[in-house]
């Protein structure tokens, strides 16, 4: 039976704070003032979006809002808010005092050509509320490079048609130059807004404007440096209104384990009744032991999707791992203490400006764990990682998990030392046995070094290979270690990082001059001259390179059984 979009779940408007670690989570049912605006604003809309956008979630932190496209269960985000089965919204509605707005998680739905119609009419005749004014004002003061001329063919003409003047306004917004519009439209902002700004903004609306607003938090990520989502424009007004934009753009899991997990692209409409989403609490290592967590989880069972929060690392992860998982401050307390070793091996160097690595539970894709932040591991390595903390007493938080924090770190060292993907997975797995060696903890057998020591022996020079075979560049690695130490690595990053600092570094495509900084720099940390091996071996090194090491000791590996020619 097919649902219907009018008069579905009207009941008494309910809501619920649960607060943890100093954050509210609502947990609500809809008014029926609620129902009857989301039914205004998704009138006839089927979906919005197009294949490979990229949408933002956006939170509401306050039970008058009104959510109105959002992902499936099968949606998430690097966020913690927004695990699978949260839902996590794209376009929100709400009044708030005397006016309203409404607040959306992509530019394109206001001005790409393939955006839903029905959705952009439905948007502008609610904010217009009958245009007293005739008049509509797009801020272009805080954005570079959107104006009027942007906005969508159906948008332009149904200003048009209504008579309705498209302002801009290209200078600090004040209360007076609002005092006669309809509708105030902000988007994909990219300046700092200032106080007065906001100020202006949020009375204007107190007062009985309508703002409309669209953006996308990765997008001012990725473009301010110097600012975090927190000083974003839109999340400056949520501060007053009552929402906030992710930093991460929605993703969701394929139906099987064959594929990788993409872009949310194009979300379909479901009915509010529909969405259910599952409560997630949050603990931070900080103010809770294992015994209070613990009692928390116990209690409230598969009812929340649980976070613990540490210094470095974040499990994001549902009931069924906490069953199993008694001492959670002890596995965060590992990880974090993994990070701070391979912190200190890249000089201080860490991956995602220094963010927090989340490590997310997702329900399917095609690998067992995939790096990045979030971290993503799939739920069928639960018990994988159970049992490698319960083997070590709550000491190893899985070698799996090491990999991919190291993956994390090269992706912060810009993967100035990789050539390819085999050796990227090498260096993740070098990471690995560098943090077991640093905490004491058991770590693979060397069966890498014999795979070497035979390349090396058989006289083979194929650098193709070694770029792309997975444990084969992991070997030579060991080798060093062997022969020169922890040490060389250590002197060799901290040059890396220098140049890191100073974005003195190849492009990532430029392999010949990647693999010949990389022969000079561990030749010159270790004091000793790699290069009769690596051009042994087949790497693409040059006369220049060998003239700056020819006064170095040549290095000795696989020593005395061969040596180089």
Sequence with gaps: MQLSRVNIFLRPFIYLILLVSSFPIYAQKYSNHQMDIFNELTQDVKSLGEENWRFTAIAASKPDIVPLFWGNHKAYTGDTKWPQNSYPPVAIASEYQKGRFVALGHDGLLIDPSANNEFTVNILNWLGNNFKHKKVIIYTHITNWFS?????????????????????????????????????????????????????????????????????????????????????PLNKLGEHLGFEYSKTSIDKTPLNNQDSPHRYSIIDFQPLSARMPIEVIKFCIVEHDNDSIMNSISLNKDMYHYVVEGEHVII????????????????????DAVYERYANLTDGIKPFDGDKIVILNIDNMSYHMSSGNPILSRDDRIEYIIGELEKSNYKNPSWGLMHELGHGFIIGMKHYFVFGDGDNESWAEFFAFYACQELELQGKEPVWKENAKSYHESGERDFERIKNEKWLMIGFLNHVVDEYGWDTYKKMFAKYAERIRTNDCPEFHETRKKANLFVEELSLAAGANFYPYFARWGFPVNRPTYEKLKHLPRAKLFYPKSSPE
């Excluded at 003047?165 to 990219?190: A, H, N, Q, W």
């Excluded at 300046?191 to 953006?215: F, W």
């Excluded at 992860?317 to 596995?331: L, S, T, W």
């Design 316 to 335: 994001s992860m549902p009931y069924r791992f906490f069953i199993k998982c008694n001492k959670p401050v002890d596995f965060i307390k590992q990880l």
């Design 148 to 232: 009027k001329n942007n906005l969508t063919l159906k948008a332009k003409d149904f200003f048009a048609a209504r008579n309705i003047e498209i302002g801009e306004l290209g200078s600090v917004v004040s209360e007076d130059v609002l005092k006669d519009c309809d509708i105030f439209i902000i988007v994909r902002p990219t300046r700092i807004i200032e106080p007065n700004e906001i100020q202006s903004i949020v009375s204007y609306v107190e007062h009985g404007g309508s703002l409309l607003m669209t953006g996308m938090g990765y997008f001012w990520e990725e473009g301010n440096n110097l600012y975090d989502i927190k000083a974003f």
